[in-house]
């Protein structure tokens, strides 16, 4: 650990900084503007291992919130709360105040089938199911009983896919195998599947890291497009990408929420040393 | 010479061999310091002796074990007086076996032809010379071989490649030796199949309804001529596999879905021993719980019901074999679902589906040919399992598909055919020869066609 | 909701709400079968293992009775007059004496009261004909016993043993055989303290035989023996040596993924059709006898060899590539690395290959029938060519006799063969335990 105290150096800005959430000691603001998710506080251990240290944030209505920070630092073990997908890890322990919409996402009535219905995920290596094009769309409907005919399905699995941009690719292979496309097209497939359920939010964990640049380009365009409708969290390694996406950005740093704050501040006058230190290039 | 005698020596000559030739190899480089001037170690030359020594020895006992005892027979036959010498193979074997008996000197009562006096007699002197023919050929062998081995050891010879090159060849033979299994398979059923086609016609034994195999013993004897219409067999295999994987498949897949993936890791830990254990247990074990056990519990639970239980009921013995195939089918299914990688069941779960429906509607399709694979294994062991329905099912060859009905298998069928005495060109032996080809070649079928699926599976998530 | 040209424009108005509430009305439905699914699953597994319970208690059951025998005590006169009459006192006289004489003469005196010849059949019947033999390795082993008179323990017939028990009623005799007579008898010798269940130690000693007191598993143990011993010696180095020319130096072609699918296929092959092989070429062919553990010895090494290859072949795949390349680097022939370096690292997982094999060869039967060993034999084998049977195959055998007293000893043969297994198995879990090696 080479940096496990700093409130020894963090400078005091005291003008912009809020301190929210329990005093996690976070710089900036952690409130959206229209807060769908709200997450106060959160704590994850994996067996003895510290993963995230009281992180509050909250996640908004028509925005892109990017996570960024160096490997391990917890970002994905963020946004797999959010969805409660870290319940299929045998260790992971989770405490905090999580709130959809005002609903306890962690709470014993909470159902993960509901909650998942309407916080949806897109994974980092793209994993269509060994099934075909229209299927993998069709899934997420048919599973939750979204159409009543065949058409109703028909019109969800079209429409879905034109939202995600892969409807003039693919529409004459549609019993094509999804696993048959190209990593990009497999990935704005499994955005598609995503959003044939009409969920509220979308967690989205570095969906570009296995990508080359044009298809990655065609995803930031894509997730640009769907902020209109849903709010976005993205993982990114790239600090690109998530000034080009996002609207803010958190930057986490060894389980630490360290700074939050619009995505054009961040990079360009960042309040926290840490922040900094990334953003430039410094290390990271 | 007593075998055990000759074995000695063959063996002292060949670590002598050894000895020989590692110290010459020592001179040749003029002493312990001189070692550098020799291509291979001084070791490698007297493993080079030594198995020069050693093989062709060898190869002629192994020939000898083979064929040895059939040429002193042949020359025992040529000496019997006639009536003998015209017998019927089968008989002929008897009467050998009287005349070793009297050579070994083993009276055990009875009385012998006193004409096979003078044969066992003959018998004798020609063993115990063959016997030391074969020891002087083998120790000579081993001794020349040695003998050569060191007279051409120079500081140049690659003894260790020589070593080596044999050594490998002895790798490359053993890991033929599957081949030959095969072939052997194949040529002892076919031989005999195909005498046994030349006596009852091909289509009558795979298409007849009728299955009888007592024939008369003698000709002039009243009994039935036998019937070798295999169909009613084939029915009653099928119907009892059929029975078995009715309970195997969907129970050992269960099992599979349950302890990869709803169980804790505790629970996975004590239930897989558990089930390898019922994998352990030995068929005959199977078999006898069947027929002691499970066999009146369903004539008691069908008398309840007014139901007529066969106490050989396909049923039972279907039942039993298909608790035997659970953990064989459990273990496969559960190697291919545990391939199927996590991402599809992390990308079903974030879309809201349950953990069942992840698993039927995504797990089980991405694993469905690794299970059909394992599945059609499964067949091929339940159409081959012999000693459950050995004593667990009857021998009547009746043509049903009502499980509560006694019925017979194939493998039922060879064993009864072929235990106890038989004579060996009747019909009704090689009748179990022409059974054993179609098991032989359903279950080849069965297995490659699964290996493959398996195959080509692995390599999809690999 | 219906866009009848949904390529065109994605209709942004389908409320959230609708699917959210369609959703939630559904959700119970899918909790159901959820629990019902995990439900099915749970019970598959509890099914397994009932049924392995059952089939243990069963055996269990049954068997756990056999390890006990009824005897008789009876006052032996160990009388010169009725084992010498005529006073001659060689030694191949007394082997060759009368020793059921002995014991009706001590019955005789126990009950006084029995005159009538058919009575007295009956009560000599209460003693089990191996008696005599025990009377005579007893005399001949300490010959100064002649002439005088012991109290012993011999052993009662499967009848009365099976009365004891309680395995048969005292009401309708099995086959007649019990008597009222016998009844009072077996009452009054237990009454008398000289009717109790003993350990039967003829079970572990003895080889087969007709009546079931007499019967034991040492015959059967030792023919598995040798069996195993053959297999083991043959296919065991044959097992390796194929694995290693495969994994180490066989080249990729046609050829050697033909012996693949070979041995693979032969590892799935019925093992009755192995059996067909053993009687067509080992005895018809190459004229070896029938019935010898030999013969069967060599039919399980050829079901077992695919075992072994492909347990030998997993761990030698298992020794990691720099070992090779290690040894390779220092000038070592790849004769040399296989043998100095990858074969010790590979030998435990080799090993416990081998006794999983073995124990499954331990454990099989049916080729076993094909090549005769399912002839009764009473004699224990003394070397490998003897006529034998073997413990799974005797287990057959008594599993089909009528006898009562049958029943209880084919579940103790089982739970002898279990037993074995049971060691073999603990020993390859021990053997992978101590010498496991994660690279």
Redesign the interface.
Known sequence: MPLDDRSTDRPVIPTTSQRTGGGSGTVGDIHAREPVITVRDCNVHYGDTHALKQVSLDIGRNEVVSLIGPSGCGKSTFIRCLNRMNDTIESARVTGDFRLDGQDIYAKDMDVVLLRARVGMVFQKPNPFPKSIFENVAYGPRIHGLAGSRRQLDDIVYESLERAGLLAEVKDRLDEPGTGLSGGQQQRLCIARAIAVSPDVILMDEPCSALDPIATARIEDLIDELREKYAIAIVTHSMQQAARVSQRTAYFHLGNLVEVGPTEKIFTNPGHKLTEDYVTGRFG | MRLTTMLLLFATLVILAYFAARRRAIAMAGGHRGIRNLHSLPAHHGYYAALCSALPALLVLALWALVGDRVVMGQVITTLPEPYRSMEASELSLVLNEVRALASGQAMGGERPPELEPVAGRFLALHSASRWLLSAVVLALALAGGALACWTIRPQLRARNRVEAMVKALLIGASTLAVFTTVGILLSVIFEAVRFFGQVPIIDFLFGLEWSPQTALRPDQVGSSGAFGAVPLFAGTLLISAIAMAVAVPIGLMVAIYLSEYAEPRMRALVKPLLEVLAGIPTVVYGYFAALTVAPLLREGGEALGLDVASESALGAGLVMGVMIIPFISSLSDDVINAVPQSLRDGSLALGATTSETTRRVVIPAALPGIVGGVLLAVSRAIGETMIVVMAAGLSARLTVNPLEAVTTVTVQIVTLLVGDQEFDSPKTLAAFALGLVLFIVTLVLNIVALLVVRRYREQYE | ???DN??AD???T?P?SE??R??????AR??A??RR??L??????M???V??G??LA??VG?GYSAFRQAQVRLDIHFDRALLDPEGRAEPGLLSGADYQLLVKSALGEQFPEVTERRERRELNGLVSPMAAYELRDLLLANPSLLGTRQSLWLPADDFVDMLLKGHVGRGAGVSGRPGGAQLAWVDRLKAEGRLELHFNRAFFVSGDSREPEMAGVWGATKGSFFMLLVTLLLSF???V??A???EE??PRNRWTD??E??????A???????G??G???FI?V??LPRSAPVVGGLVLT?MT??VI?IAARAAIKSVPPSVREAALGIGA???QTVFHHVLPLALPGMLTGAIIGM?RA?????PL??VGM?AFVADVPGTPLDPSTAL??Q??LW?DSPERAF?ER??AA?MV??AF?LVM?LAAVWLRRRFERRW
């Open positions: 909701m219906s866009n949904p390529g994605a209709n942004p389908r959230v699917a959210r369609k959703v939630e009305a559904g959700v899918r909790h079968s959820e699914f995990r099915y699953g749970l019970f598959s597994v099914f397994g293992i049924f392995l059952l089939l069963s055996v049954n180095p044959l097992g040596a194929a290693i020319y495969l130096f066989a033909f012996i699918v070979n041995i693979n296929n032969l799935a092959v019925p093992s009755i059709v192995f067909l092989l009687l067509a070429v018809n190459l004229g050829l060899l695919p290859i022939s790849p004769m124990a331990l454990g099989e039967s049916a029938l094909m399912v799974p195959v287990i057959y599993a029943i084919t579940s089982i063969l279990l297994l198995n």
